[in-house]
């Protein structure tokens, strides 16, 4: 019952903008963090941003921090990934997750950083592709 959709992908020149957003329902949202992770062809899924929604506090990753903003809408049960000054380099398949225990996340993402984020994950979306072209 629980799910997460993706939307608001496509095909953008380097230095545009896109919107993701990641529609949720089935579980407590304010009680979860949601993430951002993409994998990109060849490449192992990385996480991107993360907000731990019962107080808002963001986490990005040192690749797309002062790039991209992370928000989300409780009242929607959606999580926003505003993403600007985009680069070849941001291509790939972008996923939202959720993860129940916002504590554990809140202190890898303090402790080790945002890149190192993905089991702690248990629920994710189908993706949406963001192709960034020069």
């Known amino acids: 019952e629980v799910q997460l959709v993706e939307s608001g992908g496509g095909l953008v020149q380097a230095g545009g903008s896109l919107t993701l957003s990641c529609a949720t329902s089935g579980f407590s949202f304010d009680d979860y963090a949601i993430g951002w992770f993409r994998q990109a062809p060849g490449k192992e899924r990385e996480g991107v941003s993360v907000?731990?929604?019962?107080?808002?506090?963001?986490y990005y990753a040192d690749s797309v921090e002062g790039r991209f903003t992370i928000s989300g809408d409780n009242a929607k049960n959606t999580v926003y990934l505003h993403m600007n000054t985009l680069e070849p380099e941001d291509t790939a398949v972008y996923y939202c997750?959720?993860?129940?225990?916002?504590?554990?996340?809140?202190?890898?993402?303090?402790?080790?950083?945002?890149?190192?984020?993905?089991?702690?994950?248990?629920?994710w979306g189908q993706g949406t592709q963001v192709t960034v072209s020069s």
């Open positions: 997750a959720a993860a129940a225990d916002i504590f554990v996340v809140a202190t890898i993402a303090r402790g080790l950083g945002v890149e190192g984020l993905r089991d702690e994950f248990e629920f």
């Open positions: 907000i731990t929604n019962n107080d808002g506090t963001t």
